[in-house]
């Protein structure tokens, strides 16, 4: 079975879906998460999606930093800049690798980072196993 790593994913989908509750969205109709159903980066998105997408990002490491970072040390992150980073921000690494991650389209960077949760949630989760 696949572990379940926290990185930025399953943090930012949990602050997304609180978005959505604080926004009162989905009280007159329904909402589907459009991340579980195609690319949440698309630009086609309802605004209520690019907003509750914008501020879970936001929460897991502040934008504006995140492209700074990106600007200076990029096209190549090394392991060493990105735990600098995360410490200046005073973030846990995994944060900003996920994010890091999920920009560059680059799912084989900085998987050390990420912490293994699933026997923290399969306990308290409905789950396929």
């Known amino acids: 079975m696949e572990e379940i ?25 329904a909402i589907l998460d459009s991340e579980v159903v195609e690319d949440s980066r698309r630009e086609d998105l309802s605004p209520r999606e690019q907003a509750a997408n914008n501020a879970a990002a936001e929460f897991c490491v502040p934008q504006k930093e995140l492209d700074s970072f990106m600007l200076r040390k ?28 999920r920009r560059l389209d680059r799912w084989d960077l900085f998987g050390e980072m990420l912490v293994p949760i699933r026997s923290t949630i399969t306990p308290v989760a409905m789950t396929d196993g």
């Open 5 to 29: 790593a926290l990185g930025s994913a399953p943090l930012k989908k949990l602050r997304k879906a609180i978005e959505h509750v604080l926004n009162g969205d989905g009280k007159d109709l």
């Open 74 to 101: 990029g096209p190549l992150f090394s392991r060493k800049q990105v735990l600098a980073f995360a410490k200046t921000l005073r973030l846990h690494p995994g944060l900003v690798a996920g994010q890091l991650r």
